[in-house]
């Protein structure tokens, strides 16, 4: 068993997490209401960016029963925000109203019309058209900035893995040749927003992507990563990343920092 403090931080991944599509991974509220009972401070990341951190909160409450609040979430589409507010350039979003509503609290202007756009943000777009997809390539083409609020190829849901933002990105980036600034984990721009949310002691981040989530942790001296078994990772082999941590679900992740 590995040896940790008794609080600290965890910030936790969501689809193969805590739960899959509309499905709760058994027993991760109560290992949420353990670890947060244990003195933990509960953060919540996640690269899917179609919905707002009120909507995500929502979201974890109604399927898991874990009394999530929005204060605790953190998403990509807030990370690519905090990337434009230098700037705030009239931005296109090709993606859902997540990204929108993370723009416009940030001050960020939205447009519908990609021609007239300074940025295009790319996140998950779940009713994407080809329309939608050549205004935002075209105004790229055009010199528009692009960024991505992650590059996941893919998400856990119900039956399997569905496409995610980054297969959508990698059409506009292969129409227009240029390649996207990234927002979400493991880029630094989620990395800056994540500690400015952390408490004292320890970090632990949990998640189900080695190339998210375990990547994450090795960008951050002394950030510790655990790996669960229920979203993308079904076993510890071929790691680009190692964890600290290897458990089958949240629940094991809370018996150990539990002690």
Known sequence: MT????????????????YRG???????????????????KIIFSTNNSSRTPEEVAGRIASITGYPAQARQVVTSAAAAANLLSDSKPLTFVLGGAGV????????????????????IVVGLATGLTYDWLREAATAVIGGARLV?????????????????AGAILAAVEMASGVKAEVAGKPYPPMRRLLQESLGPGPVWIVGDRPDTDLAMAAEEPGWKA?????GVA????????YP????????EVARVLLG
């Open 3 to 18: 040896e940790v403090d008794v609080s600290g931080n965890v910030i936790c991944d969501l689809d193969g997490v805590v």
């Open 22 to 40: 509309t499905e709760p991974v058994p027993g991760s509220a109560a290992a949420l209401a353990a670890l947060e009972a244990g003195g933990w």
């Open 100 to 119: 929108a509503s993370a723009l416009e609290k940030a001050g960020i202007p939205v447009t519908a019309r990609g021609s007239e756009a300074g940025a």
């Open 148 to 164: 991505a609020t992650n590059d996941d190829p893919t998400y856990p849901a119900e039956g399997g893995l569905w496409p995610g």
């Open 226 to 230: 655990a790996l669960v078994l229920t």
């Open 234 to 241: 079904t076993s510890d082999e071929n790691l680009d990343f």
């Open 244 to 251: 600290d941590l290897v458990a089958s679900d949240l629940a």
